[in-house]
Nanobody, 126 residues
Framework: QVQVVESGGGLVHTGGSLTLSCTAS????????MGWFRQAPGKEREGVTC????????NYADFVKGRFTISRDNVKNLLYLQMNSLKPEDTAKYYC???????????????????WGQGTQVTVSS
């Protein structure tokens, strides 16, 4: 049984930093591309960033470029999202997801991902 679990969310002030983590069990982690998505109340879920199986390729949504960094540890089966210079508009529930393929420029599409976690809440106060 595949389980994807996010952690590290919380409350932070504008300009602050936060690091999210994600563990994925029950699947061959190094064989899966991984992504971070987020959903704010009343809005659709949107892709934030993703990383290829070997960690050499990644994509970022324009609204996080230069502020967020995705990384992975294929030995520990962990995915990370380092978030810096946080803004109130970054407030959302953040989800980790796994995909059997890395789709390059299409890798931030929700429908490319097979397994999803339950999400972790990030709140940025102004």
């Amino acid at each position: 049984q595949v389980q994807v679990v996010e952690s590290g969310g919380g409350l932070v002030h504008t300009g602050g930093s936060l690091t999210l983590s994600c563990t994925a069990s029950g699947l061959p982690f190094p064989s899966y591309a991984m992504g971070w998505f987020r959903q704010a109340p009343g809005k659709e879920r949107e892709g934030v960033t993703c990383i290829s199986q070997n960690g050499l390729m990644s994509n970022y949504a324009d609204f996080v470029k230069g502020r967020f960094t995705i990384s992975r540890d294929n030995v520990k089966n962990l995915l990370y999202l380092q978030m810096n210079s946080l803004k109130p508009e970054d407030t959302a529930k953040y989800y980790c997801a796994a995909s059997p393929s890395y789709y390059g420029s299409q890798s931030l599409r929700n429908d490319n991902y097979e397994y999803w976690g339950q999400g972790t809440q990030v709140t940025v106060s102004s």
